[in-house]
């Protein structure tokens, strides 16, 4: 990068985060600077402001740093003002009532994913989680979605630190199944939960990324498998990878 120390120290800061954040996975002082191209002294004290700041957090490997749940936060309240969430939720308005089934945009947090915004079926039968709600990463479509996008090892620490607990008599609980799992569900471009969560409910999710391929949120579709059954699946999925690029759109 040219001129480096000309660059205003605040901006040095957001591409720091921007970097880690476009990396998905915990990074060095020096693998952050082979990004920004500042002097050596420079990225470890701009890298330690945001320690300090609360923005950044140092990994189980200490050399490395990744984003704190304070910047994470902040994320999720960047996806929540006003005109993200109004061109966002249009965008669920249309996608429900074509699929007729009850569409959701998931984001990850500790306690799982939790539903930032949904539009509910019009159909009496339907399954009922609101808004605010967590659901596991193990065995819904959106979870597994969000597992299936992480590098190997932020995947690999995640999955020997869950409980895989067991909801209904198809839930996945072995983790090398579940490995096997998601590599399928990177090869399609989609996650499915087969009663997996609820007894009697079916779902899909797709991934909604930015620019450098990061995960921003997962857009789901579910209902009764009754109704929702395999069958309907890649076709829900075309319709959802539609979905989450217009998402992305008014996100970004």
Known sequence: ??????????????RIVDTLASAGRPLSPSEINAEIGLPKASIHRLCQTLIE????TRDTDPKKLSLSRR???TASQILDTDHVRIGRHQVLRGLAAELRETVNFVVPEEAGMRYLDRVEADWPLRVQLPIGSHVPFHCTASGKCFLANLAHRPLTRLLAALALEKRTDKTLTDAATLRATLKEIRASGYATDREEF????????????GPQGQFLGALAAHGPASRLGPNRFDQIAIDLKRGASALAEQIL
């Open 1 to 14: 990068m040219n001129q480096p120390e000309r660059v205003p120290t605040n901006l040095r800061l957001l």
């Open 53 to 56: 700041e609360g923005y950044v």
């Open 71 to 73: 910047m994470r936060q």
């Open 198 to 209: 609820i007894d009697g409910m079916m779902a899909v999710a797709v991934p909604v990324t």
